[in-house]
């Protein structure tokens, strides 16, 4: 049987995830709702709003949809999987109650607690308590502290400060921040754990988990991980942090009561649940959950899958998951994100991008923030391209990376020198 799919998003991600999709023996069709220019490589683009539940609907209908795949946590978090699937049409990702682990920090804290999964000392506040929150940060007197705001702030929701004085100041900016203030109603003072940060991607039908694969994001935007936070500028897999006896105690120790857990709070886990991790000198913690694919290691986890991915997908919605095996090669991959020079702030957008076609092959590039006009490839967000290199050692996978990024040009390009450099200092 051939199925028709609509994948919902626009990122480097979705690029990604389409091209995957597309290479399945079970796709008929794939629609990508709204996409962008890498995605109509695989598919149909069509102009539809993600949040609009009812217009996805509609669309599923007309055209047949077995299976909506959705790329991006807001959709989720919302509640489209339990607004579709009321519609009997089967959407691969978590409902409304379990993306609340990505959804409201507050929930995914209170949980771990509950079912005993290592995390970070924390205490939540309400938006009106803010005046108790720094008086219980200046008697705890430690610094860093981790500030982080309840709900979803695309990426831009956590701080950390160094003294009381820039805990002081960003109390402030976030009250000053419409949508900062919004999404920090509720607010989680944490502590700040010493370690190397990793990822680890697991795929759920809510019984059955396996593990994807794991990876390294770069989350700032400077060399050396400094400056401000983004969405992420580069990331590679596997992550030597994540050796084989700390993957066990991550499995062991987290996922395996994550995944019962939710069960027991009768929101079985289904879908791609992606653990944000520090490897502390006492063991593997979470710092977060996400109820999706990241972005951008999507683009270093799926061509490392052999599997047919819409057949994994199908088997989360239609739990057969304990049928399969997950099958990764041993291949590294480095993905370096060309981006417009300003991001995470303010930058340009509509400057013309010369040189793609020049570049070798052997490299896959995924398309995030690009339009076409006049039939030119033109920038439209801030991160803008994802260069990815494989090889079969790290290093090597870096220097395919970059082998070729000197091809491709818009004005104010800017990407970071330095993706995997802390893997490369673990050989
Ligand atoms: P998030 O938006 O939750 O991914 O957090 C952004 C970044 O803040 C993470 O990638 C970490 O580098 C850092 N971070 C978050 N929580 C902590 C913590 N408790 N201790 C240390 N660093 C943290
Ligand atoms: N790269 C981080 C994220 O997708 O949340």
Redesign the pocket.
Known sequence: MKYNVLLLGNGGREHAIAWKLSQSEKLDTLYIAPGNTGTRQYGINVNIDLLDFEAVAKFTEEHDIELVVVGPEKPLVEGIKDFLEKKDIPVFGPGRKAALLEGSKEFAKNFMVKYDIPT?DYEVFAASDYDDALKFIQLRDIYPV?L?ADGLAS?K??F?CYSEEEVKQQLIAIKKDPVLSAAASRLVV????QGE?ASVFVLSDGHTFHILHNAQDH?RAGEGDTGP?TGGMGCYSPAPVVSDEVLQEIKEKIINPTITGMQLEEAAYSGVLYV?L?ITGNGPKV??YNCRLGDPECQVILPSLNNDLLDLMLSTTQQTLDEKTIQVDSVYRCCVVLASGGYPGSYQKGLEISGLDSVDPSLLIFHAGVEEKDNRLITSGGRVLNVVGSGATLKEAIDHAYSEIHKISFENLYYRKDIGFKGLQRF
């Open positions: 970070a981790v982080k990426g929701g956590v950390i944490e502590e700040f754990l940060e989350k936070n944000g520090i710092i977060e």
